[in-house]
C-alpha cells in the first residue's frame, strides 16, 4: 500500500511514462519495466538487479520481460516454445529452453523467477508459491504465508489455486529476491 501510495505521488494518475526500447522485441517489456519502477526503490533495483544475477522468465516467447533482465546483464533461462528473439539470443547471456513452464524447475535456485504465462491467475499464483516452498527462489516479504510443501499438497487446485487468488486479480508474477 505505502508503495503504491509512493507510486501514485511519483508519477501523474500513479502511472510511469514509459518509453519503449526500439530494440525490445515486444511492448509487453513496459509491463516488466514497470513493475521495477513501481514495486522496487531505487536502491533495491540496483542491488537485486546486478549484472551477472541469475533468472528465469516463464512464456519468455518473443522477450519482452527478457529484454529487461538482459538489458541488466543478467543471466536468463527463457522458458517458451515460441521463438526468442535473436538479437538477445546473440547478446550470450540467454539460455532458451523449449519446455513446459510448469514443469520446468532450475538445477539450482535462481535469484529472480518472472513469469508472463497466459494462464488463469490462480494457477501461476500456486506456481510461483511453489517455487517459494521449494526453495528455488529467496524469500520474500510477499511471500504467500501458506507457501510450504505440506500445504500445497493439502491445496485443491481449483480452489486454493483459483478462487482464492483470482479474486485479487494477479496476472504476471514476480518473485524479487527481497530479504
Ligand atoms: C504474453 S506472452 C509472453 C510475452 C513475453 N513476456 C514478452 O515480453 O515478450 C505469453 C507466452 O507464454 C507462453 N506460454 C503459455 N503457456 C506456456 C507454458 N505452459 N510453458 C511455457 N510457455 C508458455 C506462450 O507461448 C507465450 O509466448
Not at 541488466?72 to 547478446?91: E, F, K, P, W, Y
Not at 514443469?103 to 497466459?118: H, I, Q
Amino acid at each position: 500500500m505505502a508503495r503504491r501510495r509512493r507510486a501514485a505521488a511519483r508519477y501523474p494518475g500513479g502511472i510511469p511514462r514509459l518509453k519503449f526500447p526500439r530494440e525490445a522485441p515486444s511492448r509487453s517489456t513496459l509491463k516488466l519495466d514497470e513493475a521495477f519502477q513501481v514495486l522496487l526503490t531505487e536502491a533495491e533495483r540496483n542491488a537485486l538487479l546486478r549484472p551477472g544475477a541469475s533468472a528465469v522468465d516463464l512464456g519468455a516467447a518473443p522477450g519482452g520481460w527478457t529484454y529487461q533482465l538482459v538489458a541488466r546483464q543478467m543471466r536468463v533461462t527463457a522458458i517458451d516454445n515460441g521463438r526468442v528473439d535473436a538479437g538477445l539470443m546473440a547478446s550470450g547471456l540467454v539460455t532458451h529452453l523449449r519446455e513446459d513452464g510448469f514443469r520446468y524447475r532450475p538445477p539450482k535456485p535462481v535469484d529472480w523467477l518472472v513469469c508472463d504465462m497466459v494462464e488463469k491467475p490462480g494457477r501461476v499464483a500456486e506456481l510461483v508459491a511453489r517455487w517459494f516452498a521449494q526453495g528455488l527462489v529467496p524469500g520474500s516479504g510477499v511471500q504467500p504465508q501458506a507457501a510450504d510443501e505440506a500445504t500445497l499438497r493439502g491445496m485443491d487446485p481449483g480452489i486454493a489455486g483459483t478462487e482464492g487468488v483470482d479474486r485479487q486479480g494477479l496476472h504476471g508474477a514476480g518473485a524479487p529476491a527481497l530479504s
